[in-house]
C-alpha cells in the first residue's frame, strides 16, 4: 500500500505545524521537499495554488495546514491533541487571522508597503494575550500540549526570530518559557531535518 504524499517547506511555520502533526500522529508520509522559488511541476499539478503543505493521500488533496493536521489526528491521536476547547480553537483562529496579517506585515515591510513598528505592536496584542493564558497554565488549552499550541508555536517562532534580540527583551516570561520549550525539544528538532530539493525519480524519503 503507497504512502501518503506530503510536499512541504521546511522553514514553512504552514508546513511546521502540519509535520508536528503527523509526526505525533505516525503516519509515514513520502516527503517531497519543495523550493518556493522553484516548484515541482508535479507538485502544482496536485494543488494549482502552489502553498505547502500538500497532503495527497489515495488521490484526496488536502491542501490546508490546518486540515492536514486533523486529517493526521483523526487517524490517530495517542497524545489527545484533538482534546480541546473551543477557546483554544478560537486561538488558532485569531492566530491564522489578524495575528498573521500583521507578522507578515512586520516581517516583510517593504513587500506590504507597511509600518514596521506598528505592524509588531499588532501583532504583540495577540502576544500579551498568549502570556496571560500561560501564565495561569503551561499550556494554551489548559495544563497539557494540544493542537493548539502546536498549530500556533511555527508562527511564534516566526515573529520572534525577525528581530530576536527585541522579542526577548519584552516582558513575556511565560511566552518565553513556552517558545524556547518548544524550541529546543527533540519533537521540533526531529521535524526540522534537513531535506534536498525534491525532484521526480528520486529515492523516497519518508518522514517521520
Known amino acids: 500500500m503507497s504512502r501518503p504524499i506530503l510536499y512541504s517547506f521546511r522553514r514553512c511555520p504552514y508546513a511546521m505545524r502540519a509535520r508536528l502533526a503527523i509526526a505525533s500522529a ?3 508520509c513520502e516527503l517531497r521537499e519543495i523550493l518556493l522559488r522553484d516548484k515541482a511541476p508535479e507538485f502544482l499539478e496536485a494543488s494549482p495554488k502552489g502553498t505547502v ?11 490546508e495546514s490546518y486540515d492536514v493536521m486533523f486529517w493526521a489526528l483523526r487517524q490517530n491521536d495517542p497524545e489527545g491533541w484533538l482534546s480541546v476547547n473551543q477557546s483554544g480553537l478560537d486561538l488558532v483562529a485569531e492566530c491564522d487571522g489578524p495575528f498573521k496579517q500583521a507578522l507578515d506585515r512586520y516581517k516583510y ?3 506590504f508597503g507597511s509600518d514596521t513598528e506598528e505592524s509588531r505592536a499588532q501583532g504583540s496584542v495577540f502576544l500579551d494575550k498568549l502570556d496571560s493564558i500561560l501564565a495561569e497554565n503551561a499550556h494554551l488549552d489548559g495544563e497539557r500540549a494540544s493542537l493548539v499550541d ?5 508562527f511564534i517562532r516566526q515573529f520572534a526570530n525577525t528581530d530576536r534580540a527585541w522579542f ?3 516582558d513575556w516570561p511565560h511566552l518565553l518559557r513556552w517558545l524556547n520549550n518548544f524550541l529546543e525539544s527533540d519533537r521540533f528538532k526531529s521535524i526540522m531535518d534537513k531535506h534536498p530539493k525534491w525532484v521526480s525519480g528520486d529515492p523516497v524519503t519518508v518522514f517521520p
Open 26 to 28: 505516525g503516519i509515514q
Open 53 to 63: 503543505p500538500v497532503v495527497v493521500d489515495d488521490g484526496v488533496v488536502i491542501d
Open 109 to 111: 515591510p517593504n513587500k
Open 150 to 154: 502546536f498549530a500556533i508555536l511555527p
Open 168 to 170: 526577548d527583551d519584552q
